[in-house]
């Protein structure tokens, strides 16, 4: 819900109310009690990020977290295991590609 500010017109009378977006615009100002407040146009709150940096990632569910750890883990003891095993003569051993047959229309 936003915070909206209002002015008086007849006694100056400046506030914020905190309102959801579908409730009636005041119009009754609370310090006078006439009927002159407008709603003012403002600028909004933006949203203030502090530090060294904020990222997407930086949010994710413990359960994404943990998948991804599982997933990384198992990639890197697939990597081990490629790379412990001997190589042998027939994988070394390159076969020239097959030519298409050409069919005569």
């Known amino acids: 819900m936003p ?5 008086c017109g007849k006694c100056g009378y400046e506030f914020e109310k905190f ?5 009636p615009v005041l119009k009754k100002c609370p310090k006078c009690g006439k009927s002159s407040l407008k709603r003012l146009i403002g600028t909004g709150a933006g949203v203030i ?7 997407q990632t930086d949010y994710r569910s413990d359960s ?3 998948a991804v ?5 198992t990639g890197s003891k697939k990597e081990e295991k490629k790379d412990s095993k001997p190589e ?18």
């Open 3 to 7: 915070t909206y500010d209002y002015q």
């Open 69 to 73: 750890k599982k997933a990384s883990d």
């Open 64 to 66: 994404y977290k943990q």
């Open 19 to 23: 309102q959801s977006m579908t409730a």
């Open 88 to 105: 042998t003569k027939s994988e070394t051993k390159k076969t020239p590609p097959k030519k298409a047959d050409k069919k005569s229309a």
């Open 49 to 55: 990020f502090k530090g060294s940096g904020f990222y």
